[in-house]
């Protein structure tokens, strides 16, 4: 029997259709089909001046918009051959891991309901939440923040903000036992993701698999360990890994991976430094406003800047970093205006999808469901 899944079930986590392929219960094979988001970003881009790009990449990863935004800066950024300030960088990684754990949260509180586990998903919500309203202080918005510029960042962190984080970071671990308490032991648990969804290692790197997908596998591979960016280098943390590549291991490094997200935010608190949040260049940042104010010179850059935008030397580029779903790529051609020639994403989602068809081959329906939701993918960054 030939069946549908999706594009309107629930655990499709988005608009994707599974042609599915049946024998009883048993999947035969399985085809998805993609689409039913497209909303053409990449093209739309090549239309915008480069800092009018930043908020059409927070609607790609929807539940990582900080993630999204770090690579396109630095992107272009790498093009400009400047380099942000140490206050800037450390504040992009504290950010960009509160972001690593908001989004894992949101996959467990997800799969977990998928496969019958209500609890849970409450609880992780319950966190996220907390996280929602760490970036709605730093950029008024709760979910599109667009905080990073080109150059730096939209803005220093308010007041008490550093408090909030320290206070998150002190509770959190006691949050995340909780969820191991309900999980990681339970017997129904590990009857539904145990050697379920399994991938072979030659398979997974085969198929371009990244993130805590291929370090299930057993490959401890991780971006920011392997290319290191706005200075990763200098925090310590350890990379997850897994030996049998199925739903649990998944499932065993994305919390490995909050466990981590949360000692890197420590020691961004701990070795945050003073100074400027952007580069001191009136033609790619714009003044302060009290200097607007009173300085004509400084009016004008501001005006040209929101106006005409600025220009990127001609080249290309490739810019990755580790996103909560993997390696999040940037390949941007610059033909030297204020507008991207060609931008290109190369998002983990798209790419870890393909690996769904192999895991579930031979399984029932049901565990269709819970490797759906072991893959961790968002359909906006699919479709983009």
Same mark, same amino acid.
């Given at each position: 029997?030939?069946?549908?899944?999706?594009?309107?079930?629930?655990?499709?986590?988005?608009?994707?259709? /599974?042609?599915?392929?049946?024998?009883?219960?048993?999947?035969?094979?399985?085809?998805?089909?993609?689409?039913?988001?497209?909303?053409?970003? +990449?093209?739309?881009?090549?239309?915008?001046?480069?800092?009018?790009?930043?908020?059409?990449? @927070?609607?790609? @990863?929807?539940?990582?918009?900080? !993630?999204?935004?770090?690579?396109?800066?630095?992107?272009?950024?790498?093009?400009?051959?400047?380099?942000?300030?140490?206050?800037?960088?450390?504040?992009?990684?504290? /950010?960009?891991?509160?972001?690593?754990?908001? !989004?894992?949260?949101?996959?467990?509180?997800?799969?977990?309901?998928?496969?019958?586990?209500?609890?849970?998903?409450?609880?992780?919500?319950?966190?996220?939440?907390?996280?929602?309203?760490?970036? +709605?202080?730093?950029?008024?918005?709760? *979910? *599109?923040?667009?905080?990073? #510029?080109?150059?730096?960042?939209?803005?220093? /962190? $308010?007041?008490?903000?550093?408090?909030?984080?320290?206070?998150?970071?002190?509770?959190?671990?006691?949050?995340?036992?909780?969820?191991?308490?309900?999980?990681?032991?339970?017997?129904?648990?590990?009857?539904?993701?145990?050697?379920?969804?399994?991938?072979?290692?030659?398979?997974?790197?085969?198929?371009?698999?990244?993130?805590?997908?291929?370090?299930?596998?057993?490959?401890?591979?991780?971006? #920011?360990?392997?290319?290191?960016?706005?200075?990763?280098?200098?925090?310590?943390?350890?990379?997850?890994?897994?030996?049998?590549?199925?739903?649990?291991?998944?499932?065993?490094?994305?919390?490995?991976?909050? =466990?981590?997200?949360? &000692?890197?935010?420590? =020691?961004?608190?701990?070795?945050?430094? %003073?100074?400027?949040?952007?580069?001191?260049? $009136?033609?790619?940042? $714009? $003044?302060?406003?009290?200097?607007?104010?009173?300085?004509?010179?400084?009016?004008?850059?501001?005006?040209?800047?929101?106006?005409?935008?600025? #220009?990127?030397? &001609?080249?290309?580029?490739?810019?990755?970093?580790?996103?909560?779903?993997?390696?999040?790529?940037?390949?941007?051609?610059? @033909?030297? !205006?204020?507008?991207?020639?060609?931008?290109?994403?190369?998002?983990?989602?798209?790419?870890?999808?393909?690996?769904?068809?192999? *895991?579930?081959?031979?399984?029932?329906?049901? @565990?269709?469901?819970?490797?759906?939701?072991?893959? %961790?993918?968002?359909?906006?960054?699919?479709?983009?």
């Amino acid at each position: 029997m030939t069946i549908n899944m999706g594009p309107q079930h629930p655990s499709t986590h988005g608009v994707l259709r /599974l042609v599915l392929e049946l024998d009883g219960e048993i999947v035969v094979r399985c085809a998805p089909h993609i689409g039913y988001l497209h909303t053409g970003m +990449e093209k739309i881009a090549e239309s915008k001046r480069y800092q009018q790009v930043i908020p059409i990449t @927070d609607r790609m @990863d929807y539940l990582a918009p900080l !993630s999204n935004n770090l690579a396109y800066v630095l992107a272009v950024e790498k093009l400009l051959g400047i380099e942000v300030p140490p206050r800037a960088k450390v504040i992009r990684v504290m /950010l960009t891991e509160l972001t690593r754990i908001g !989004s894992h949260l949101v996959w467990l509180g997800t799969h977990a309901i998928d496969i019958g586990a209500m609890s849970v998903f409450l609880y992780a919500f319950r966190e996220r939440e907390a996280i929602l309203d760490m970036s +709605e202080q730093v950029s008024g918005a709760r *979910m *599109m923040s667009s905080y990073f #510029r080109v150059g730096g960042l939209f803005a220093d /962190l $308010p007041e008490g903000f550093e408090k909030t984080v320290r206070s998150f970071i002190t509770s959190f671990p006691d949050r995340l036992a909780e969820y191991e308490d309900l999980l990681t032991k339970n017997p129904i648990w590990l009857e539904r993701t145990r050697g379920v969804g399994v991938i072979k290692l030659e398979d997974a790197v085969d198929l371009g698999l990244s993130g805590p997908n291929i370090r299930a596998c057993g490959i401890p591979w991780d971006v #920011r360990k392997s290319n290191p960016y706005s200075g990763y280098e200098q925090f310590r943390f350890e990379v997850s890994r897994g030996t049998r590549g199925d739903v649990y291991d998944r499932y065993l490094c994305r919390i490995f991976e909050m =466990q981590q997200s949360v &000692a890197i935010v420590r =020691q961004t608190l701990e070795c945050l430094p %003073d100074g400027p949040i952007a580069v001191a260049d $009136p033609k790619l940042t $714009p $003044p302060p406003k009290p200097r607007i104010k009173q300085s004509m010179e400084a009016l004008i850059h501001h005006f040209l800047l929101w106006s005409e935008g600025f #220009r990127v030397p &001609a080249g290309e580029v490739y810019q990755s970093i580790e996103s909560p779903r993997g390696e999040y790529g940037v390949y941007l051609v610059s @033909d030297g !205006s204020n507008k991207p020639y060609r931008l290109h994403f190369r998002t983990p989602s798209f790419v870890n999808l393909e690996s769904l068809s192999k *895991m579930v081959e031979g399984r029932l329906v049901a @565990d269709l469901v819970a490797i759906i939701g072991s893959i %961790d993918i968002v359909l906006g960054e699919v479709d983009r």
